[in-house]
């Protein structure tokens, strides 16, 4: 029984299985409410007193610590703001600052894009003779020596769903007086994490995938206590200083986690991730692992018992992936708007990855069954070959 099931809790429309919250979750009940109430009642009526009358000013703290207790982070450490590509550019810049004198910067050809080209520029704009070094993930362990400064790594793969190993990185990394950097975007709300029993430097995550805080929902930080008053905040905003209301025109940095707040918070997104948070106050990590594991398996063996002309990409063992399953299809792409045709919504990733979000809060054995059995009927059939199905989107 899946006694972590809750899709009572979110509007998803009727006859519609959603295998796609690994890149954007589903809208949680309640939102609407929260929303219209905060720009009726709270902007609307109190206008600028909103700052102090309804505590807006210290939503990233608060929100950062809701989300702190789903990573396992120490009460203050985690704050949220901004996107994930901000948040990144200011934990790897703190934590190269850390490490002078190291001049590598090292990842795996399985880092999310966007971390490998905020690297770049930010390498660029330091100008420090720095060396993004990317390594097969087979290789990562190998490559982790005295010459890294920052290993800065994707915890879930998003294209295959492979998982790394946080502790053992983590560990090895400091034993070669490296840090590390990892982004949770497709981690957290989906695995259990203790960024604290790990003894983690930094994170930065997303909170609009498996957390279902919305499109374009701000993002966190977390910089592990004792490291805080020692980082470098490259992106100084009026929020990370001091005493933000003195207005003092030299900068004077914040000595908590707030140091890495930039601009004015994003009020009604930020109230939209608050209650999004709520669903997951009765909810355990570990158990959530379980059954997702649980239903990924099935998946699994369902398709490659009646779709054997699809491959499995992600890897087999249920330990060593992330929340999501992925396969290879030369026409994967036609074969998921197929999907999406019969209200089954996963999605792609070039060059011909298909990619199958697995939420249990959300998702049922039966929904497993039911996508095997339309995704066997459309491959047998061909259904997928037809021109509004060959036709790339925009987004894909």
Known sequence: MNSVYRKSLFEIPRNTIYLDGNSLGPLPKGVAEVSNSVIKDQWGKQLIKGWNESNWMNQPLKVGNLIGELVGAPANSVVVGETLSIKLYQALAAAVNLKKGRNVILTDT??????????????????????????????????????????????????????????????????????????????????????????????????????????????????????????????????????????????????TIEVMRVGTPPVIQMSILERALEIWSDIGMNKVREISMSLSELFIKKVEEKCSEIKLISPRDPKERGSQVSFSYENGYAVIQALIDQNIIGDFRAPNIMRFGISPLYISENDILQTVDVLEKILKTNAWNQKKFLLKKQVT
């Not at 520029?121 to 087979?138: A, H, Y």
């Not at 695995?191 to 805080?213: E, H, Q, R, S």
């Not at 919305?214 to 980082?231: E, H, Q, S, T």
Request: charged share 20%; aromatic share 10%.
């Open 110 to 255: 399985g880092n999310f894009p966007s971390d490998l080209y905020i690297a770049e520029g930010l390498i660029d704009t330091l100008q420090d003779n720095i060396e993004l070094r990317i390594v097969e993930p087979k290789d990562l362990i190998s490559s982790i020596n005295p010459e890294v400064g920052v290993v800065m790594l994707t915890q879930v793969d998003y294209r295959t769903g492979r998982l790394h190993d946080m502790g053992k990185i983590t560990d090895l990394a400091h034993k070669n007086g490296s840090v590390v950097l990892w982004d949770l975007a497709h981690s957290v709300g989906a695995l259990p994490i203790n960024l604290k029993d790990c003894y983690c430097d930094f994170a930065v995550g997303c909170t609009y995938k498996f957390l279902n805080g919305g499109p374009g929902a701000p993002a966190f930080i977390y910089i592990r206590p004792d490291l805080i008053k020692n980082c470098f905040p490259i992106l100084r905003g009026w929020l990370g200083h001091k005493a933000p209301f003195d207005f003092n025109s030299q900068f004077k940095r914040a000595e």
